[in-house]
């Protein structure tokens, strides 16, 4: 069997250090962290495909702990200047400035995006992605939280979100507001779907 090249061997130790990471975060606050695991590369990669970095503006995300979608951001070709984290856990932030740091790393509670970010965007965002894990809140604090995003945006932007249940993390109609879903990503753990909402 042939040797691992050393950037291979270095991209798994980095990964279970991630994972490590996670674990010991969701075993502190299990309904604060949402996963056990970071979001697996089929999901991050579907999750990225739908902003497009032609668009101008900050790209906002949303709970990106140790940062797969964020790496999978800067692969669709979004400048990691052009990054705004928001990141509740003190230690995911840490490592996020280690990782981005041209990205603007925020630490705060993201259901409270509003009063966050609402004067500190220099023009509309192109784009909020979430890795929230929305279906552990109240239907109130969800629908503040995506208007809350959605009003940061410029109209027709992705508010990009993924679930692991069967149906939308924001449910019923919301007036004025598209949505569609992805095809159920098999290979993630578990398996999760993405949503994207737009407002006219």
Known sequence: MPPQSPSLSLEKKILRLDEVQF?????DKPLSTGAVM?????????MARYVDPAVEGPVIEL??????VTEALVEQGVDPARLVLVEFNTRFCHLLRARYPDATVVRGDAYGIGRLLGGMLAQPAAAVVSSLPLMTKPFKTRLRLFNEALELL?????????TYAVGSPIPGKVKGVSAEASERIWLNLPPARVWVYRKG
């Open 23 to 27: 674990i010991r975060s969701w075993l």
């Open 63 to 68: 709970g990106p702990g140790t940062g797969p």
């Open 154 to 162: 410029v109209p027709g932007a992705p508010f990009v979100q993924f």
């Open 38 to 46: 970071p979001s697996g590369k089929d999901l991050a990669r579907t």
